[in-house]
């Protein structure tokens, strides 16, 4: 009887064992291609720059992951006092992934994209894009506050109770299929200076 069952035992733990070789063999390298960065909690703003393409979601803890080669690309992630700044200014796209517990605050420069990931639901969210920067975010929040500068571009969906918009141009507002109650809406108009001879 003995014999039998450390017979069986040994052959679970055998199979078991070359289940996780056959993983790592079949993988082919792919767990290599994202970067799971520590030690950054307490996210409550996001600022991006360069050619960064970031998908945002709701957690229960903050986590992030960047994609591509992180540490062989021209990127910087940092975090420091609850804002996480992500820059990249190379050739392609650098890919990530943020999970927050308390975001309060996006701001987007130069190329960046910003995607949510699901429903973002927030109490409030300030969303800033300048530049050519673009976002795409369904919400689901009682009050957002947001302004589209310069040619930057807005796709906003879902549920806002009180929301502020501030814009250049309004082409590049599409927030459709948005249901707010109270909206308040203000075109940005840049002043030109012209000097005297």
Do not use: C
């Amino acid at each position: 009887m003995k014999t039998r069952i450390l017979t069986i035992v040994a052959v679970a733990f055998m199979a078991m064992v070359s289940t996780k070789t056959t993983f790592a063999n079949t993988n082919n390298g792919k767990e290599n291609e994202a970067t799971v960065l520590t030690n950054i909690s307490k996210i409550n703003k996001i600022e991006i720059h360069g050619n960064v393409e970031l998908y945002v979601s709701d957690g229960d803890s903050d986590k992030v992951k960047v994609y591509n080669k992180y540490y062989a690309e021209n990127a910087l992630v940092q975090s420091q006092n609850g804002a996480l700044r992500i820059s990249s200014y190379g050739d392609q796209k650098l890919v990530v992934w943020v999970t927050a517990n308390d975001l309060q605050a996006i701001a987007a420069y130069d190329n960046a994209e910003v995607k949510s990931f699901g429903n973002l639901s927030k109490i409030e969210l300030d969303v800033k894009l300048y530049n050519n920067a673009k976002a795409d975010l369904k919400l689901d929040a009682y009050k957002a506050n947001v302004i589209v500068n310069d040619a930057a571009k807005l796709t906003l969906a879902g549920t806002v109770n009180d929301y502020s918009l501030a814009y250049t141009q309004p082409a590049n507002v599409e927030h459709d299929n948005l249901v707010s109650l109270n909206a308040v809406k203000t075109q940005i108009v840049k002043a030109n200076t012209l000097s005297s001879l």
